[in-house]
């Protein structure tokens, strides 16, 4: 094997797995983005639309996980 190649190759799977980090890190981004998104919107929600609290309250359990979400459920004293 030339070094040429083993240096293609080398490079090709650093840069494989630099993309799939900086998908992986998006990805989070966008999952916090949405969190601190509704989060801010369950506080604002009124009672009055026991539909729309429900359906916020559950894509919140979706997208956290159960520790942050039962923490962040303690704080609002819920």
Same mark, same amino acid.
């Given at each position: 094997m030339s070094d040429y190649k083993q240096t293609r190759d080398f490079a090709g799977m650093v840069t494989t %797995?630099?993309?799939?980090m900086? %998908?992986? #890190?998006?990805?989070?981004? +966008?999952? +916090? #983005? !949405? !969190?601190?998104t509704l989060m801010n919107y369950y506080n604002i929600l009124d009672d009055s639309d026991e539909d729309l609290v429900w359906a916020v309250d559950r894509v919140l359990q979706d997208f956290m996980t159960a520790e942050e979400y039962n923490d962040w459920r303690k704080s609002r004293g819920d």
């Open positions: %797995r630099f993309s799939k900086l %998908r992986n #890190m998006s990805d989070d981004i +966008e999952e +916090e #983005m !949405v !969190v601190c």
